[in-house]
């Protein structure tokens, strides 16, 4: 009983902090690189860069992480634009949550986080211990605990272009390993309240990067899935 007060609680006042905030709109930030934002117009993919504020992007690592041996082709931190959106639709990312729908998505993509940084991911409400699945499927890079993140599964997709982390996890599925394939909607963990995260309001912290060089998966370009997740129309 404890347990579900808590989550409803939690989530209702996750939904309070949000209720004013626009969820329709033309126009969203697809992609940020340093103080650099990329805003497009998705009812037409026209784009066009913006500077914005002072931000940096989320580091999600550090240095003394082995990274694992993964094709190298290019930056770290590449270009992102409105191809590499069509490209997440046709391959069709689903919503990493079991039984959350597109109208229930809210784009916190660009929420501040103190005051040096911006979210560059979306927060996906849920219960504590909804399965978390595989938005497309790939290689698990790793499995990683931080303060910050708490238990967190770090993946690519299948031609190690993107990278998506699910942080805050509960707990791993059990048998879950390091290099393994998964399939688009396989289980992979559990939605949770772990790191930083407010324990009244478990949800799963769900963000993208374009990454052309595997070695460093931890670093990349993020870019912004709740125009795939959530299309306009």
Do not use: C
């Not at 990329?38 to 082995?66: C, E, F, I, K, N």
């Not at 909804?130 to 967190?152: C, D």
């Not at 998506?164 to 048998?175: Q, T, V």
């Amino acid at each position: 009983m404890r347990s579900f007060l808590a989550t409803f609680f939690g989530a209702f006042f996750f939904a309070l902090i949000y209720q004013t905030k626009p969820v329709s709109s033309d126009t969203v930030t697809l992609a940020r690189s340093g103080a650099t934002a990329l805003v497009v117009d998705t009812a037409a993919l026209d784009s066009s860069a913006t500077q914005m504020g002072d931000t940096s992007s989320l580091r999600l690592a550090p240095d003394t992480l082995v990274a694992p041996q993964f094709p190298s082709t290019g930056s770290s931190h590449p270009p992102v634009g409105p191809a590499d959106l069509e490209s997440l639709k046709r391959d069709n990312m689903i919503i990493p949550v079991a039984g959350v729908a597109p109208k229930d998505l809210i784009d916190s993509f660009d929420d501040k986080r103190g005051t040096d940084r911006t979210h560059n991911a979306l927060d996906i409400m849920a219960r504590r211990n909804t399965p978390v699945v595989a938005a497309l499927p790939g290689t698990i890079l790793k499995l990683h605990n931080s303060t910050a993140g708490g238990l967190t599964v770090y993946q690519s997709d299948s031609t190690f272009r993107f990278v998506m982390m699910y942080g805050h996890l509960e707990s791993y599925r059990p048998g879950i390993v390091e290099g393994q394939s998964v399939k688009r909607g396989e289980i992979i963990g559990f939605v949770g309240s772990t790191g930083n995260a407010n324990v009244l309001a478990p949800h799963l912290h769900f963000q993208v990067t374009r990454n052309d060089n595997m070695k460093e998966w931890w670093k990349g370009t993020p870019i912004n899935p709740f125009p795939v997740l959530r299309p306009q129309g």
